[in-house]
C-alpha cells in the first residue's frame, strides 16, 4: 500500500496545534472525499461527528447558497426569525423549552457552566461546583478544560479552574459519596455518551439514578450531547433512551452538518437563569449558520436518519464484533448507532494513517479506541466497505506488535 502523497504546500504559518495526515482533503459527495490528488477515501469520521448529511447534500447546498445571497450575519441586536425557527425545532425535539445559540462545542459547554455557577449565585451559594465524569471531555476553553478530565489537556494551562468534583463513570455510590455533605454543588455535567474519552456510555439505568438525584437535591442535569446527540445513535439525543430529560443540553458539531453552529438548550429549571447583559456571542446564531441548521434537520426528518443511524449502526456493530472479537489484541467494541469504538489492548494512533492509505477515514481516540464517526446518510453497502477497509488493517497491527 502507498503512503498518501504529501501536500503539495503545508504553510509554516499555521499554528502547529494538530497531529494532521499529510493529506488535503479537496472536495465530497455523499460519504465520500477526494483528496488533491484525486485519491478517494470512505468517510467513517464525518469530520469528527459534524457531517450529518455527508458531503455536499444537494438540499444543504441550495439552502445555504440561497442563504448567502440573502444575509449572512446580522448580529443579535436584532430579531432573527430563522433563529427563532431553529429555537422551535429543538425544543419541539428535546421536551425542553429555550434555546441560546452559539458556533461551537466549547462555547455551549462554557454557557452550561456559567448557568451552573449562577444558579448557585441566585440560590446564596458563593463557591458553586459542579460534578463531572472520570473521561470527560467537554472544550478546550480554560473552563472546558479544567471540566475535561484528560491530564494532556490540561498540561501548560494550570492554574484550571476550581469547582469541578470528579467522579468515576456509570457509579451512583461513589457520586453519593463524593457530594455527601457538599451544599456547593450545583450541578453534574457529563456526555450521555463520551466522545473523546473512547466511546464510553453512560449507562439508562445511571442516567435514570441521576436525574432522581438531580431532582431530589436540586442540581442542574448538564448534558454535553455535543457529540453524541443529533441523531447520531438513533435518537435525537443520546439521553432520550433513558427516557429523561435534561435541564441544560449543549449542542453543537452535527447540528449544523459543517457549518458552525452551537446551541445550548435548557428546561424550565435553567431558562430564565441568564438574563440581559449575562452572556452574548457576536457570531451565535446568526442567519447562515441557522439555516443550516434548520436544513440539516429538515432532512434528517424527511430522510429517516434517525432510523438510518440506528439500523446502519447495529448492523456495522454487528460485523465489526463478529470480525474482531475474539482476535488477540481487541478489548471491546462498543458503542451505539453511528458511534463505535473499537478499544485494542494497545497505543494505535498509527491506524488513521494506515486507513486512510488504503482509503478509509477513522480516527483514534484515548490512545487505543479507534473510532467510528460517520456521517448519519451512511448506507449498508458503506457500512460493509469500512468492515473490509477497517479489519485487515486492525488484524495486521496487532500480528505485527504482537
Ligand atoms: C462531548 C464534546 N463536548 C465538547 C466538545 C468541544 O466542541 P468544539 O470543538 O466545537 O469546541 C467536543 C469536541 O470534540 C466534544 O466531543
Redesign the pocket.
Known amino acids: 500500500m502507498t503512503a498518501a502523497a504529501p501536500i503539495a504546500a503545508a504553510s509554516p504559518h499555521v499554528m502547529n496545534t494538530y497531529g494532521r495526515l499529510p493529506l488535503a482533503l479537496s472536495h465530497g459527495r455523499g460519504c465520500r472525499v477526494w483528496d488533491v490528488n484525486g485519491k478517494a477515501y470512505l468517510d467513517g469520521l464525518g469530520g469528527?461527528?459534524v457531517n450529518t448529511l455527508g458531503h455536499a447534500h444537494p438540499r444543504l447546498v441550495a439552502a445555504l447558497q440561497d442563504q448567502v445571497g440573502k444575509l449572512i450575519h446580522t448580529s443579535n441586536y436584532y430579531h432573527i426569525p430563522l433563529q427563532e425557527a431553529l429555537a422551535e425545532r429543538l425544543v419541539a425535539l428535546s421536551g425542553m423549552s429555550h434555546v441560546f445559540f452559539c458556533s461551537?462545542?466549547?462555547?455551549a459547554?462554557e454557557a452550561a457552566l456559567k448557568l451552573a455557577r449562577k444558579f448557585g449565585h441566585d440560590r446564596g451559594i458563593d463557591r458553586p461546583e459542579v460534578v463531572v465524569f472520570e473521561g470527560a471531555?467537554?472544550?478546550?476553553s480554560i473552563a472546558?478544560l479544567s471540566a475535561t478530565a484528560n491530564p494532556k489537556i490540561h498540561a501548560g494551562f494550570g492554574p484550571l479552574v476550581e469547582g469541578f468534583v470528579r467522579v468515576p463513570r456509570n457509579d451512583i455510590a461513589a457520586l453519593r459519596r463524593a457530594t455527601e455533605g457538599n451544599p456547593n454543588i450545583t450541578a453534574v455535567f457529563f456526555?450521555a455518551i463520551?466522545?473523546?474519552g473512547g466511546i464510553h456510555p453512560m449507562t439508562v439505568d445511571f442516567m435514570r439514578e441521576l436525574r432522581a438525584l438531580c431532582d431530589e437535591r436540586n442540581w442542574l442535569m448538564m448534558i454535553?450531547e455535543?457529540?453524541?446527540g443529533i441523531g447520531r445513535t438513533g435518537k435525537w439525543f443520546a439521553h432520550q433512551w433513558a427516557g429523561i430529560v435534561p435541564d441544560v443540553m449543549?449542542l453543537?458539531?452535527g447540528l449544523g452538518s459543517g457549518a458552525p453552529v452551537?446551541a445550548e438548550v435548557a428546561g424550565p429549571k435553567a431558562a430564565h437563569i441568564f438574563q440581559p447583559g449575562n452572556h452574548g456571542t457576536t457570531f451565535g446564531g446568526n442567519p447562515l449558520a441557522m439555516r443550516a441548521g434548520v436544513e440539516t434537520l429538515a432532512v434528517m426528518v424527511d430522510e429517516g436518519l434517525l432510523d438510518n443511524a440506528a439500523r446502519v449502526g447495529a448492523h456495522l456493530n454487528t460485523a465489526l464484533t463478529t470480525h474482531l472479537l475474539g482476535v488477540a489484541g481487541v478489548v471491546e467494541v462498543r458503542g451505539q448507532g453511528l458511534m463505535l469504538g473499537i478499544e485494542l489492548d494497545r497505543p494505535c494512533g498509527v491506524l488513521a494513517q494506515r486507513c486512510a492509505d488504503a482509503g478509509l477515514l477513522i480516527s483514534v481516540t484515548a490512545d487505543r479506541v479507534v473510532r467510528l464517526v460517520p456521517p448519519l446518510i451512511l448506507s449498508t453497502a458503506e457500512a460493509d466497505e469500512i468492515v473490509a477497509l477497517l479489519v485487515p488493517q486492525i488484524r495486521q497491527f496487532l500480528a505485527e506488535a504482537a
Open positions: 469528527i461527528a461551537t462545542g466549547l462555547e459547554n471531555f467537554h472544550g478546550r472546558t456526555e463520551q466522545g473523546e454535553d455535543v457529540q453524541c449543549p453543537a458539531k452551537g
